[in-house]
């Protein structure tokens, strides 16, 4: 039986398809704004800009940010079969990004007083992926 298995007969884990150039981008050091603009598609480039912002203190724009990567990723979820629930494992590289940016929109919506986003999106990366939401929180 695999890891990711379901016993209880749920939906299969959603796996993104792997876009290796704006993570390699990233990782060179890339600026993230580049990068986004250069594949607005990358939930991974809105994340980072997202957490730059948020580090800086800008927390509304984190906000957007985060709201942008946390859309395009819900985007690419659905064209890869996704049905609105079910496993999003942080295990597989591809799916950081929209978990990074679930994260972030988290984050950001709890600290500009948006209780019931912060816990609708704290709830969907735990139920999306338990290793993420203890890896980023």
């Not at 993104?16 to 150039?21: F, H, N, V």
């Not at 957007?64 to 079910?86: C, E, P």
């Not at 969907?124 to 992926?129: A, E, G, N, P, V």
Request: net charge negative; charged share 25%; hydrophobic share 35%.
């Amino acid at each position: 039986m695999g890891i990711h298995e379901n016993l209880l007969g749920g939906p299969p884990p959603t796996q993104l398809p792997d876009d290796p150039e704006p993570r390699e981008l990233l990782a060179n050091g890339t600026p993230p704004a580049d990068v986004a603009a250069k594949y607005p598609t990358s939930s991974l480039a809105w994340a980072q800009l997202a957490d730059g912002a948020f580090e800086s203190g800008r927390v509304v724009e984190s906000y957007a940010y985060a709201r942008t990567g946390y859309h395009r990723g819900l985007d690419s979820l659905r064209r890869s079969g996704w049905k609105g629930h079910g496993p999003v494992p942080w295990e597989h590289e591809p799916n950081r990004g929209f978990l990074r940016a679930l994260h972030a929109l988290a984050r950001a919506a709890q600290a500009i007083g948006e209780q019931d986003e912060y816990e609708r999106c704290s709830t969907f990366l735990r139920d999306s992926s338990p290793l993420a939401a203890d890896t980023l929180g």
